[in-house]
């Protein structure tokens, strides 16, 4: 569906800003979760617009899952959710984690968010075969419970050291002497949101008119959005502590801050509440121009994703060939402006050729491995 499409197309630019910003702007780091009290503001919101990036595309991962076994048996759709998921999990250990690295053999393998998409997918492939009703009440127990696990933690002595870190543990991994993996994306709690996104499925079908689809995705995404303010109010569970800080703005920026690796339940509820309303208006404007080329974005997302790696990556090494370290050890801009005027430069120059490889997905789907990019 088109207004699917736009999303995921929305939220790969702002991954990109991020992206230009971790590439350039290696010299002005941030913590996770955000450190309000230190970071500048200009930062600080620059850092927050991606958030939303990883909690919707895993959504809807699984949303369009369902919609696949729509028009397939779930054996077939479990059968590609499986080959798609070990093909991802294979990509983040292979070419994308040689985007981040330029090394080979890498001296750390990072388990990111196209490793985790992976292992979700999996997970899903063999979970869609029970009820869709089970599924939901699987996934909100995962997504509003798995904090409760936050205490829990496996030293590296423990046979429970590696499938623990994997699921819930943000650590590294000494694989060789050589190699060691970290756990960026600890799945756990992104299994429950591709479960949820499955079991939203039922409201994309033939039988539901686009304007009572929107609306519920309103009400959805109004509701959780106000359940975050009252339980991040209550200060009492899903986050650390926020603070006040005797400045609005401040305030405010601990309000929101909330631990990404793993996601907390109070990361996931509004961005995933921003999610649902963005949904609902990109359904409403699915006549807009301005939404069919976000669409295009969505289209190819995984191409543009490795797409605009390599070009950051050979945009970074050139710069530091030419004009050396300029920001300590780094090859940085002195500002935030550049970060942004990058990503627009990089969204229109990387627009061509995701509209054409989107195209050729469309024309050639007698070639298979295409629909797997």
Partial sequence: MLAIDALRGF?????????????????????????????????????????????????????????????????????????????????ELTVVCFAWNAEFPPKTLWLQVIWCIGICMIVLAGLLHFKRSWLVVAGLVIVAGHNLLDGVVVGPD??????????????????????????TYPVLPWIGVILLGWGIGPWFGKDMAPAERAARLVKLGAGVLVAFVFIRYLN?????????????????????????????????MPTLGLGL???????????????????????????????HLYVLKAMYLLAVAVWGTNQGNYYGFDDLPAVWLWSVILGVALFFPTRWFANLKQRRRDIAWLKYL
């Fill in 277 to 307: 309303l963005l949904l609902a208006l990109f359904e409403r404007l699915q006549d807009r121009w301005s939404t069919a080329q976000l669409a295009v974005y969505g289209g190819a997302p995984m191409f543009f994703y490795l797409l």
């Fill in 236 to 268: 009492v569970y899903g986050e650390k502590p926020w603070v006040h800080t005797g400045d609005a703005l401040r305030t405010f920026m601990s309000f929101m801050s909330a631990t990404k690796y793993p996601p907390s339940l109070m990361f996931l």
């Fill in 11 to 91: 939220v790969m630019l702002c991954m990109l800003v991020d992206h230009v910003r971790e590439t350039f702007l290696l010299h002005r780091q941030v913590t996770d979760p955000i450190d309000a009290l230190s970071v500048t503001p200009d930062l600080y919101f620059t850092r927050m617009l991606s958030e939303i990036c990883a909690p919707v595309f895993i959504f809807l991962t699984g949303l369009s899952a369902y919609l696949y076994s729509q028009k397939h048996t779930l054996k077939e759709t479990s059968i590609f959710l499986l080959k798609r998921g070990l093909f991802l999990v294979i990509l």
């Fill in 158 to 183: 423990s046979p429970f050291f590696v499938p623990w870190s994997i699921l819930h543990q943000r650590v590294f991994i000494e694989l060789t002497d050589f190699t060691r993996a970290r756990t």
